[in-house]
Structures are given as C-alpha cells and as structure tokens.
C-alpha cells in the first residue's frame, strides 16, 4: 500500500494523538511513520511534557521532516512541568488531561490550526485508547471519523472490557489475598487459566467505585465505539481473544509488531531505520560492552518507563542476578536510581559482582539491545512494547509485571505462548537467581523453541501478505475513503 500515494486530489490529513508516556508515544511514532509511507499527512500532538523530551532526547524533527504533510504540535497537559505524572499523582494527571487538554484539544481542531495551508481541516483521529472519553466526544461534535489506537495487548484490553461483567457477577472487588490464586470465570475464553492476581492492575482494589477502575472500565468500552481499533498485536498470537473482541468491536486492525512492520517498509525503501523515538537521554555504550560478552550470556533487566522499585526490592534483585552468576545488563533509571545511591550501605559484594559481570545503565537503546546476539534473556515489567519487541527478537523472558496491562501480559507469555516465566509478586533473591537459571539454562531449549516459533509468525504477520501487513492496508484504504 506504500505506493498508493495520494490518489485524487488532496491526501488525507490525520491527527494522532497519545497518551503523554514514553509506552504509548513509542508506537504511535510507528504508526505516524507507517501512515506517511502510505501519503497521508499526519499531524502529530503530543503534550508539551513529551514534545520537549522528544524534542531534546531524539531526532525526531529532522527525521519526520522528510515526509511532506508531517507535523508536529503541543498541547498543556494543564500542569506545571515539574508536577509528578505518575504513581499516585496519576489521577490528578488524567482528570487534568480531560478537562484542559479536552478542551483545548477541541479549540485546536475546530480552528484549523492542525492542519496544513492546503488543508486546515482534520480527515480522520486516531487518538490514544486509553483517552477515549473525551477525544470521542470531540469527534463526535465536530463530526469528524475517530479510530482509537490501544497501545495494549489485546488480552488485556478484553481483560479490562469484562471489568463490568466481574463487578456484576461479583468477582470485584477481589476478597483478599487469600483469593488472589483462584480462577476468575467472567472472562470469556480466559477461564481456566487467569487467576486474580493476573487481573490488569486497576483492579487490586478493595471497593469497586475506585475511581480508576472505573475510569479503565468506562474508556475501554469507549475505546471500541470508534470507527475502529488499532492493535499493536498479529491475529496468529491473540486469535481467541481477538475473536472476542470483534463480537463488540467488528472493525479492528491488529497491526504489529509495529515496529518491524515499520522497519520492514523503510527496509524496502531503503530508508535505513526508524527514528529513535525515545523521551528519555539514550545511553549507546552498553552496546560496545555488549559487543565483548559471549552468545547468548548476557540476561537483559529493566522494567520500562514508568514502574519504579523500592530499595529493598532493587537489593533482592540485585543479590538475585549478582548469586546467579550469570552476566546482567540492568536499567535502573535516574529516578530510582537515586534511593540506591542516598541509601548507602550497599553491600560490597554486589559492587564487586557487578564489577565482573554486571553493566548498569540509565536508559538503554533497548530494541537494539534484544537484538544483540550477546543477549539471552529479558527479565521485564511486560510492557505491551517490551513485550512485543522480546517477541520479535525472539528472547524469552522472566515476567516481573508491576502495573495495567503488564499482569494479563505475563500470564499469557507464560503459560498460553510459554516464551517466558511468570515471576509475578515475587521479589525474593533466591527467587530471582533461580528464575534467571532457568532462562539461561535449565529451561533454556524449550523457551528458546517456543519464542523462536513465535518470532517467525510475528515477522510473516508484517511481511508482504501478512495478517499485519493486510490489516494495515485496509486502515489506509478505510483512511482514504474517509478523506472522499
Ligand atoms: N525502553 C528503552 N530503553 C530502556 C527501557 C525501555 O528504549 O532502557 C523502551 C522500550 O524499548 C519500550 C518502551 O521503552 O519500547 C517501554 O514501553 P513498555 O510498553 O514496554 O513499558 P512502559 O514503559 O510503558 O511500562
């Protein structure tokens, strides 16, 4: 569909918008690149939060700069830039995002001022799943087609679909620790495997008008009201619980893994890679101390952009991957980082393990890390990219899922695709050195077979005639007929 480059007249003109974190920017930086490949002009808004970061950390604007019709623009998240965004400042940044941002958001796009001279208009949204409430209200108004974009796996979207169906039937709230191993049955197509403790995180709440859970409930049925969905997932690794899905959602568009699909079309065009994309400062020497390690030695930590660990979870994995003498590549970013080095009293043994064979960094160029041939394993929180991007370079994982989606995710990468092992809740040294024995070697040629077995469909799915490549090609014909 590349070649299908402005048919008649002008080209469609779509605005993306994410949500303002580095998990969801990622991908939707995938999908604007794919869209321009395709002649479509995209404007890009992100939150002066991430547009500065973006702006700062990555090549972002000499990179996009090459396709015509590219824009990028900034909208208020309504906070200062200092003000916390996550952990528990997270609510006040999402009611701040729908009332301010909603409301600048539909200034902008009635005002013409995201488009371009040759069109002021907007043809079609693609706004973030998780922003659903009120970017659909916008659309609807000023009758303008939206699809949402779930940067999620679709597991965990069906997962936080059925919250409705499992506050009904009384499965929400969760009793108490004691019920957390039971089997949840409101989930079609998940009973018999989920247990409680593998419920999105949204729902580890004692009283089910939590006003996030309810949030996750309502935007997640938002999300499928849409003229469609976009998936960062291929229907060969989510067929069941996409089928599910589709009962409510006829019209979806399951495209990944996103950033092959993306690396794969530029290959073609002999673009040679994708933007980095990061809003965070890269560290690229890991790579030179990747290059002098063995095949296939080095497990990979790190538990993405926004999970965070406490002191004494950090020194149980530390002792745990220092014990299991096993060479560790570890992201402990500048934000946590910081309790390590104020607490002090670190022992010297783990010093001097990490000295031997430890390299620790505070933000790796993490796709190309999993790629590295030194690499062999990926212990991770299971963020959906993370997730996929360990998929594509065919690396199995330890799960150690912290918040959202990540809970869903493990459970499927251990025991529906068994590419992995599910370390959830758990943060005791012993349990981390075994884990990471396992991976490396005990268990190492059964989880080798089945993630090698998934990469290849993950690859054919965004190959010339591939499920992906087929599902993207009707999105830009449903995105043209809208611009009719
Ligand atoms: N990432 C990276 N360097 C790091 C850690 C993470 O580039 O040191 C990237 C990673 O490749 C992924 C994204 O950050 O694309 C994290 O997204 P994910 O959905 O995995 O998790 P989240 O950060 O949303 O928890």
């Known amino acids: 569909m590349e070649n299908k480059q402005v048919p008649h007249g002008r080209p469609p003109r779509v605005l993306l918008f994410p949500f303002p974190e580095q998990g969801h920017v990622k991908p939707f930086l995938n999908l604007a690149e794919l869209l321009s490949l395709a002649g479509v002009h995209v404007t890009f808004l992100s939150t002066h939060f991430i547009h500065d970061r973006l702006l700062l950390h990555s090549n972002v604007q000499s990179h996009f ?218 560290d690229k020497n890991c790579i030179t101390w990747l290059d002098s390690q063995p095949l296939k030695s080095v497990i990979y930590v790190s538990i993405g952009s926004v999970a965070v660990m406490t002191r004494d979870e950090l020194v149980e994995f530390w002792y745990g991957l220092v014990n299991s003498k096993k060479r560790f590549l570890w992201v402990i970013r500048p934000d946590f980082y910081k309790e390590v080095e104020d607490g002090k009293n670190v022992p010297e043994e783990l010093l001097e393990g990490t000295k031997k064979r430890g390299y620790v960094v505070g933000w790796s160029p993490q796709e190309e890390v999993l790629e590295h041939p030194a690499v062999g394993g990926f212990l991770t929180q299971n963020g959906w990219n993370s997730t996929m991007e360990s998929v594509v370079a065919g690396v199995p994982m330890i799960c150690w899922p912290r918040l959202a989606d990540q809970q869903v ?55 010339e005639g591939g499920t992906s490549y087929c599902n993207f090609d009707r999105l830009i014909e449903d995105i043209y007929k809208m611009n009719e």
């Open 65 to 282: 700069e090459t396709y015509t019709g590219f824009i990028f623009k900034a909208i208020s998240d309504g906070l200062p830039d200092n003000h916390p965004r996550l952990g528990e400042k997270s609510f006040e940044f999402f009611k701040s995002l729908h009332v301010v941002t909603g409301k600048l958001l539909k200034d902008m796009v009635a005002s013409g001022e995201l488009g371009s001279d040759l069109r002021p208009s907007v043809t079609c949204i693609i706004a973030d799943g998780a922003l659903a409430e009120f970017t659909n209200n916008i659309a609807t108004e000023l009758k303008i087609p939206i699809i949402f974009f779930q940067v999620v796996s679709a597991c965990s979207v069906w997962a936080s679909f059925s919250i409705p169906n499992l506050i009904e039937n009384g499965e929400l709230p969760i009793r108490g620790k004691e019920d957390m191993n039971k089997l949840v049955s409101g989930i079609p197509g998940m009973e018999g495997i989920l247990r409680f403790r593998d419920l999105p995180s949204f729902c580890r709440v004692s009283d089910v008008r939590n006003p996030i859970l309810q949030v996750v409930a309502r935007v997640t049925r938002q999300c499928t009201q849409g003229q469609g969905l976009i998936l960062n997932t291929f229907e060969e690794l989510e067929e069941p619980v996409l089928s599910h899905l589709r009962t409510h959602c006829p019209n979806m568009y399951p495209i990944g893994p996103m950033h092959t699909h993306l690396k794969l079309k530029l290959a073609k065009k002999e673009v040679s890679s994708p933007s980095s994309n990061s809003i965070f400062e890269t």
């Open 409 to 463: 995710n493990s459970l499927y990468v251990s025991e529906v695709w068994k590419i992995g092992l599910d370390m959830k809740d758990v943060s005791d040294r012993k349990v981390v050195e075994k884990m990471v024995n396992d991976v490396m070697v005990e268990r190492r040629e059964e989880l080798v077979i089945a993630a090698d077995e998934t990469r290849k469909l993950a690859i054919k799915s965004v190959s």
